[in-house]
């Protein structure tokens, strides 16, 4: 995969640090995709339809709280079900554009070569959320919007409502992404299976990006949190003496940044889309509630880009949906010889039409997940 073209240059690299909707405090899940909806349609060219309804998925969401989308109503062939405006996805030019870490982001964009875009991405996200955090903790400490600049600034992150909906823990919408696992359960569990070296080679470019986007993520919320850098006393030194080599900034790690750069990569590995801008050039990004619906190898829905200058995601019905159906959109084809069921696993953190646990298909050593050998 191209994102591990970049983790070589990853071990010598050194950076320098780097009309929103306003932030809403955390709440039921209920409440979360309905400040969601309302702030999709807040944007100009955006719609829902009033047919259209979130709800726990039957893909497994009834018992962990996964959620999907469903027909309220009968919904015929062709129906128009969402329009996307481009300003509210979360894409690459937000990242480059972002005030605070721009700069810092097009820098290891230049240097680091493929793949350094999905790393880019992950940490502009990972950057936001633990504004947003921070945003939640200062509110549940009595902070008002009004206390100050920096209050005023959190209270408007651009893609709050979105942020709050996506899966940054292990289980959170029913997510079970291998990056969220432990190195012990990794090895115990799919060592000598299909999985391990694609499980293996993910986890380690994201501990390595970790250590890249401390040094340009910390200082911002290093600074949005209050905390001073800590100093050390040097002692005496002669002026012809040189002065002591500071140490490699992904030496401390920020407190949250690890977990908040696993949960950006996870969703950002799941929940992306392949989009083409420019002439031809392919470029992954975030589609706030189409990224909610669940896969099928047999979807009824399709989505398009429309209009000239490609800012609207349209998605509508392929087919009729009866009242009550869950709306299914396809991550990936399953007979795709580039993507087997065991790299769905790595890739999106689920193995497509089974709802058994995968510790479960692992303990069984199934076909998925181990090759068999030929009988002699």
């Known amino acids: ?34 400040d969601l909806k309302d702030w999709l349609l807040s944007a100009d060219g955006s719609y829902i339809s009033s047919k259209l309804e979130i709800r726990p998925s039957t893909r497994g969401g009834l018992a962990t709280g996964g959620y999907g989308a469903f027909a309220g ?32 982001f097009a820098n290891l964009m230049k240097k680091a070569g493929p793949g350094s875009d999905t790393v880019v991405m992950a940490g502009y996200l990972a950057k936001e959320y633990l504004l947003l955090k921070e945003f939640d903790r200062r509110i ?33 919408n029913a997510q079970e992404h291998v990056l969220f696992w432990k190195d012990e359960d990794v090895d115990a569990l799919l060592k000598g299976s299909l999985a391990y070296k694609d499980a293996i080679e993910t986890r380690a470019t994201v501990k390595m990006a970790t250590k890249v986007l ?56 799941s929940r992306a889309f392949a989009a083409t801008v420019g002439e031809n050039k392919q470029e992954d990004r975030l589609e706030p509630l189409l990224d909610m619906l669940q896969h099928s ?35 990936k084809s399953e007979e795709d010889d580039n993507m087997p069921y065991h790299k769905f696993f790595t890739r999106f953190g689920f193995v497509p039409g089974v709802v058994e646990p995968v510790a479960n298909l692992i303990a069984a050593r199934s076909t998925i997940f181990f090759p068999q050998r030929a009988e002699i």
């Open 1 to 34: 995969m191209k994102l591990l073209a970049c983790v070589t240059y990853f071990l010598a690299l050194g950076l320098s640090p780097c009309n929103a909707f306003s932030t809403t405090s955390v709440g039921s899940a209920k409440s979360r995709y309905a």
């Open 73 to 104: 109503e009968d919904i015929d062939e062709g129906e128009t079900l969402l329009k996307i405006p481009l300003g509210c996805c979360v894409t690459l030019q937000d990242a480059l554009e972002d005030l605070e870490c721009g700069p810092s």
């Open 140 to 172: 549940s400490e009595g902070a008002s919007v009004d206390d100050d600049s920096e209050m005023r600034r959190l209270a408007n992150i651009k893609f709050a409502p979105y942020l709050r909906t996506l899966p940054w823990g292990r289980g959170v």
């Open 214 to 269: 401390n040094a340009i993520i910390s200082p911002v919320i290093r600074k949005a949190r209050a905390e001073e850098p800590e100093s050390k006393d040097e002692g005496f030194r002669f002026p012809w003496q040189q002065e002591p080599e500071t140490e490699a900034p992904d030496d401390e790690i920020l407190e949250g940044l690890e977990d908040a750069v696993k949960g950006a990569f996870v969703i950002f590995l």
């Open 297 to 331: 190898n047999t979807p009824n829905i399709i989505h398009s880009v429309k209009s000239d200058d490609g800012s609207i995601v349209e998605v509508k019905a392929s087919k009729s949906i009866k009242s009550g159906d869950e709306l299914f959109n396809q991550y």
